[in-house]
């Protein structure tokens, strides 16, 4: 299993970047992959994931209405929108995957493999 994070770099307040997720190894559809983000000195926050199964979506409310998750079975990537960044949106964005379900990222034990991740910086 391999997940590999793209997409990241410096963006002005409101501007939009599209991170990417490549995933390796197993079949995209059977797993979800969530989205994760940690900035200096904070905790690591959940703040997207897309179910395997149905595609249901799941966002934090930090990212609600800003951010859209969408998988692409053909390439086996996971896409992460995000739009209207703001300072605060500043982390290196991990994508992960999980046999279970999207339920697991609020409560904090998501995640069987990891990406590298990536650094995204929102700054004027």
């Known amino acids: 299993v391999q997940l590999v994070e793209s997409g990241g770099g410096l963006v002005q307040p409101g501007g939009s970047l599209r991170l990417s997720c490549a995933a390796s190894?197993?079949?995209?559809?059977?797993?979800?992959i969530g989205w994760f983000r940690q900035a200096p000195g904070k905790e690591r926050e959940g703040i997207s994931c897309?179910?395997?199964?149905?595609?249901?979506?799941y966002y934090a409310d930090s990212v609600k209405g800003r951010f859209a998750i969408v998988r692409d079975n053909a390439k086996n990537t996971v896409y992460l929108q995000m739009n209207s960044l703001k300072p605060d949106d500043t982390a290196v964005y991990y994508c992960?995957?999980?046999?279970?379900?999207?339920?697991?990222?609020?409560?904090?034990?998501?995640?069987?493999?990891w990406g590298q991740g990536t650094q995204v910086t929102v700054s004027s």
């Open positions: 190894g197993f079949t995209l559809d059977d797993y979800a």
């Open positions: 992960a995957q999980d046999w279970g379900p999207c339920s697991k990222v609020p409560i904090g034990i998501f995640g069987d493999y």
């Open positions: 897309i179910s395997g199964s149905d595609g249901d979506t």
